[in-house]
T-cell receptor, first 109, second 117 residues
Framework: GQQVMQIPQYQHVQEGEDFTTYCNSS?????IQWYKQRPGGHPVFLIQ?????EVKKQKRLTFQFGEAKKNSSLHITATQTTDVGTYFC?????????FGQGTELSVKP | DTGVSQNPRHKITKRGQNVTFRCDPI?????LYWYRQTLGQGPEFLTY????????KSRLLSDRFSAERPKGSFSTLEIQRTEQGDSAMYLC???????????????FGEGSRLTVL
């Protein structure tokens, strides 16, 4: 079945440094979604990408969907302590979402 | 509060006991999902409903697990004869299906944490 893989599993950065997480699917995706889960919290939707090569920005966050629609990335510029949490990508399979294992971001002030 | 509501938030039980979790989705959402999450892992799909119909159940899901959504509103997830390996956070999510898309944005509840002793 479809697999969604994310790297790295953990990323520790100094506040102000940039952060990137990468997501790869074993199959072509119709779209990809990104979620953020704060420590002790539940996943919260960030964005959905649909088009091949699409790039979307939300303030310091930049999301990309690969040309082949099998990979995606999330880049955070100048991290802040509020960015701490685990970032998941998720791809649709039928009517459900398959989640990657996530990248846990810690930010040292 | 118009978000997804789950209860109980925490459940501690002894091995072999049955447990039931309830999820109240966002009222206008037609899809309801159950996921399981363990520490350091992403949410693992268990099952989902569209209105009252259960459309898919994970092949990895033991027959000790059963879910219902009798009137297309709230849902229950029951685990019979619990085992220590069932200890996890059980997350419920709902979404509003858009016809031409497979899956819309999921709105998650706070989860029900199960500990099996």
């Amino acid at each position: 079945g479809q697999q969604v893989m994310q790297i790295p599993q953990y990323q520790h950065v100094q506040e102000g440094e940039d952060f990137t997480t990468y997501c790869n699917s074993s199959t072509t995706l119709s779209n990809i979604q990104w979620y953020k889960q704060r420590p002790g919290g539940h996943p919260v939707f960030l964005i959905q990408l649909v088009k091949s090569g699409e790039v979307k920005k939300q303030k310091r966050l930049t999301f990309q969907f690969g040309e082949a629609k099998k990979n995606s990335s999330l880049h955070i510029t100048a991290t802040q302590t509020t960015d701490v949490g685990t970032y998941f990508c998720a791809g649709p399979q039928g009517g459900k979402l398959i989640f990657g294992q996530g990248t846990e971001l810690s930010v040292k002030p | 509060d118009t978000g997804v509501s789950q209860n109980p938030r925490h459940k501690i039980t002894k091995r072999g006991q049955n447990v039931t979790f309830r999820c109240d989705p966002i009222s206008e959402h037609n899809r309801l999902y159950w996921y399981r999450q363990t520490l350091g892992q992403g949410p693992e799909f268990l099952t989902y409903f569209q209105n009252e119909a259960q459309l898919e159940k994970s092949r990895l899901l033991s027959d000790r697990f059963s879910a219902e959504r009798p009137k297309g509103s709230f849902s229950t997830l029951e685990i019979q004869r619990t085992e220590q390996g069932d200890s996890a956070m059980y997350l419920c999510a709902s979404s509003l299906t858009v016809v031409r898309l497979n899956t819309g944005e999921l709105f998650f509840g706070e989860g029900s944490r199960l500990t099996v002793l």
